[in-house]
């Protein structure tokens, strides 16, 4: 449960205060729409001056209209509202009212949601390996165990294979990574393996499966590699 900073808690006091001297009918509406708002700060992990405007003495225009993202605000409620009736009418169960669709369902305490390997991708992209292993540290330390991104190492490394061919330092930077947080993850020894293999670096990859094999007996995947790769070494000595 989110605890207000008595800084915040003082005006809500005087706000409750001042509706419950209103009368009933509109004292009910103004409280709904104050726990809507709430709602809405939560779900996005934002303060009101989000969307709303900030006025003089750390008060707040609500009924300013300059912040774009109001507008946007208000396009999104249409937006679920939308989904829930086209759910409700295609389904017709009170499942579908059960499973309704809130601002949460999406962003999750983010303002802007979207999946981990995206954030990862476009950091690469833009800035380089280096940058988006700084984000994603960040993003791990602030949101971890929150059910906002997928920290799973099955991700992770999901996205260091996407590199595997196109940049294989990027892979290895992932993978190694991952090992910071699970370091007997054979899995990781094997996606740097095999980056190294891209690099044309079979002597640097020989090391990291036989790791693997020695963290996880079982892996088929480092086994098979490090087979072929011991073969290929095998005939290059013999030329």
């Known amino acids: 449960m989110r605890v207000l900073p008595a800084s915040r808690l003082w005006p809500t006091l005087v706000t409750a205060a001042c509706l419950a001297a209103a009368r009933p009918a509109e004292a009910q509406k103004e409280f709904e729409i104050y726990y809507q708002m709430q709602a809405m700060n939560d779900a996005l992990g934002v ?94 330390r602030r949101f971890y165990e929150r059910d906002v991104y997928d920290f799973t190492e099955a991700e992770l490394l999901r996205i260091a294979r996407g590199y595997v061919d196109s940049n294989p330092d990027t892979a290895i930077a992932l993978a190694a990574m991952n090992l910071d947080w699970r370091p007997r993850s054979a899995a990781s020894y094997v996606v740097m393996a095999i980056a190294h293999t891209r690099k044309l670096d079979d002597k640097g990859a020989i090391p990291l499966l036989k790791k693997a094999l020695e963290l996880d007996p079982e892996n088929g995947a480092a086994r098979g590699h490090l087979l072929k790769l011991e073969e290929f070494q095998h005939l290059r000595e013999k030329r």
């Open 47 to 140: 303060s009101c001056t989000y969307c709303h405007v900030p006025a003089e003495g750390a008060r707040v225009d609500y009924k300013a209209e300059s912040n774009p993202k109001k507008a946007v605000a208000r396009k999104m409620r249409e937006m679920t509202a939308d989904i829930n009736a086209r759910v409700w009418l295609a389904t017709g169960t009170e499942a579908a009212r059960e499973a309704s669709v809130t601002c949460v369902s999406c962003h999750r305490g983010v303002a802007v949601p979207g999946p981990i390997a995206g954030i990862v991708q476009r950091a690469i992209e833009r800035e380089g390996v280096e940058a988006a292993v700084t984000q994603y540290r960040d993003l791990r």
